[in-house]
């Protein structure tokens, strides 16, 4: 078993209440689990919601840790009506990538997908355009072309949903299509949408050229979790770049694609480690 | 007539066309000035506008820089049709705060002004709230408490404008009143506010508040120049602080208000030193 | 008893191995403490440093506090041969400030004192300047004039001394004199400086000056506990702002004035929420 | 002609004094060019340097262009005593890449290059490693390899130097061995290093480390010109990214890669658009 096998990693929400923390860390003891990093969050120690992240090595074999988890659900888990998930570090999330035209925050994420820098295993590209087949395809990863076409995007949807099925995780490295509601229900992973300005603000289509119309003085980008509603699902990162008078729309867009394609990276990265947790419509990124 | 006694400032704004810096350097030039720093900005080659801040060290009495002046007019900015103001920069501006109970902002301000950072006077402080006087007074300055009651605003107006006649720049260290067309078109000089998020996100009240319930991974403030349209001047100077799911409100609060004094601070100095140009709605900033 | 005064706080560093965690949080909770917040870091799981800072509340008087604290160090932290402070947040560390003639470290710093930022209470100024005393006075603080002559140092010293016993913390708030090794270890607590570069680059004097000379593209500040050796001790924090060609060396000291005040200022509030711990010649911040 | 190729470039430094920017824009405008941007920079107004860089369009073929040069040489840039240099746009840099085997920067200057975002041509990729070949020649780039044996590095300078005469530009995207006094003599045109950490700190080999050890709260990036004293010549971009007790020697690595090749991209834009001027030691970016 090699070094990160041996890791094991526990998300835990619930209300917050006394020996929470004890009750967790004494099983672990007990257990002979050794813990590596640990982080709590309380929205408010009275009447509020309690949060953890933890990593623990546990030399188990994969019979002896069903075994392991099935008594933490009755012992741990159940008294304290916990929503949790356990598992192996050594599964890495399965990802696939749906993308339009540009180019920038596609060949960053693979590039930092082939570095090894994501907890994750980029499998398939799928886009409504062909333009990015051969830079995908020189990564060695398959690329499947989906065309979206007027009036026909519930049958689009359905072939993609078809070349998703079995991912964890799907990220729209600037995907140009609003995905359907019903597309998300059925898809039933979580999506991740970078939005190319500093929401709220600019939410909808061409913030670039709507900032520089606003004469606002940096611009932003914007990960997120993609809900029905457009723009407005959770946040997980934001970040924004300086930009002057000088700087026309196009200038814009350059400067913003740096700050894009570095919080889309911050937001999968974090995501696959499990740094990610959701609190109504707000993350607890730890 | 000492070094700074000695420096003229001249802006000009005009349609762009060939010959206009020609022009310019070659009246400055043969008048004797020498050329101490210039900034020009064109929005488009063709068809677009010029900008362009110059300043240039002349040494004239009154009576002959009175009499440079009518000869640029009609030398120079009649023929380019170039809107243009000049002056010596020994004259600082005469600056009147308004503020409410926040007290940073004010502070701040005060103490640059003390410091010598400003090219201006702060001549007066005039207040909804009798809190902040003795604050103000150890700095030196006279504080005017003009209670804005229920109903009486329009009559709390107009002791405003009489105490702030005469100066020439008004800028608002968090005064929690909107201010009425009315009162703007009668005070004719611009006016500065500094609201505490990153605008247009969360204009009106309470940003922090909606901030925090939106998730925003940055909280932000904007200095602006005040219109009609609340929160919707053009914006002279924005930046942005990091914040996390630890933080309520009351901490985005607290490190925004640090963010606040240094955006504010940053656009009354640009615009005592005549750096801030208007161009539609947006600001150019040299 | 009030809501603060409930909170107890808990520093832990020890040699990680299992079971840590579990005895603390067990032992916490059959003490009837409800934990409202923690952070812990391992340097290394294996054979690593481990550190944890903890806050709870606990309805306990003074002698039964006394007594837990007794249990914690028999069954706890004699066990895992643990470093550790425990104490209710109610008690305010109290605070000395030297300083010198710059005054917006200073007056930031009484600034936050007074409108409660800081988890500490400041008592007295001192100063080798008699400059600034009004402004001192003027937030309702002591401040002692202690000059120091040339060859005359170490009896300014034993005046500096014989003023700051009592204090938990003393910050130097650009105090321009070097303390000697014999004044901190008679001083025997910790001692905050703000140091006008980012460190390790142009530690000793004219930090400015020089980092004008090399034409670097920003300049810094850093905020670390003093040792004997100069500007080398741990750091706590740093930032930094951007310079340009066009900032003569008054420029960056008044830019990066601004940065100092601001690092000096968390440095000093993190201090005081026990949030900075020692590991070698480096911190841990929480 | 294309838009672009209309477009020329004009670099002066001189001796500061009056009638510089009349006789420059005067000269101009009776040539019948159209200044479309300006930028200058005194060091000082009295005995200082002058420094500016124009863009102007000019409709000329080459010939005239070539005569209206040597009248700016007679009746300029002569009586004035410029160092000045005049070019048309349209002619791009010609570049050449030296690598070793760390990817990040060599690719982002890649694809940026493949983007259009360069005022250059990247013609060349040298390389001490065979690793990167597939990858560079994935962008239709040639690829040499030239290994540089202990004790054989001037036979290897040489083979360097006969692969790199032509190109006006020599971009080190993380060269992991340092250039003789000598080839850079021979060599004869602006090499830009990206050295990895916020120099002058931590000059020389292993700065993560050596960060890592000294507990810095940032880590940076310099871009600069390389002289023949290691990290020490003119800075032209530098930034840094927050780093926190959690991150090892290895993540700060990872951070710091980010920073690396933005600060470098960005250093070889400015350069290839000849927005940066020596002055001393130091650089002038317009």
Request: glycine residues 6%; contains cysteine.
């Amino acid at each position: 078993m090699s070094a990160i096998a041996a890791i094991t990693r526990l998300l835990i929400s619930c209300a917050d209440r006394p020996g929470i923390v004890a009750a967790v860390s004494r099983f672990l003891h007990e257990a002979g689990a050794n813990i590596v990093s640990s982080d709590q969050h309380t929205t408010d120690p009275e009447g509020g919601s309690f949060f953890m992240r933890m990593e623990f090595t546990l030399p188990m074999d994969r019979a002896e840790h069903a075994e392991f988890e099935r008594r933490f659900a009755t012992a741990v888990a159940e008294p304290f009506a916990m929503h949790w998930q356990m598992w192996q570090v050594s599964t890495p999330k399965r990802i696939a990538v749906m993308v339009s035209r540009y180019d920038h925050c596609l060949l960053d994420i693979l590039w930092r997908h082939r570095r090894g820098e994501l907890e994750g295993d980029i499998g398939l590209v799928v886009s409504n355009h062909p333009d990015l087949r051969a830079d995908v395809e020189a990564f060695g990863i398959p690329f499947e072309h989906v065309p979206v076409e007027k009036g026909r995007k519930a049958e689009a949807e359905q072939r993609q949903l078809a070349l998703l099925a079995g991912y964890d995780l799907v990220i729209l490295a600037r995907y140009m299509q609003i995905l359907s509601a019903e597309f998300l229900e059925q898809l039933a992973v979580p999506v991740i949408n970078i939005h190319h300005s500093f929401l709220p603000a600019f939410a909808g289509a061409g913030p670039y050229q709507r900032a520089r119309e606003k004469g606002v003085k940096l611009v932003g980008a914007t990960a997120h979790y993609v809900t029905p509603e457009l723009d407005a699902g959770p946040i997980i990162e934001q970040d924004v770049i300086r930009v002057t008078h000088r700087g026309d729309a196009a200038t814009l867009e350059r400067l913003g694609s740096d700050i894009e394609r570095t919080v889309f990276a911050r937001a999968v990265k974090w995501h696959c480690e499990d740094r990610v947790l959701l609190h109504e419509n707000t993350t607890i990124v730890f």
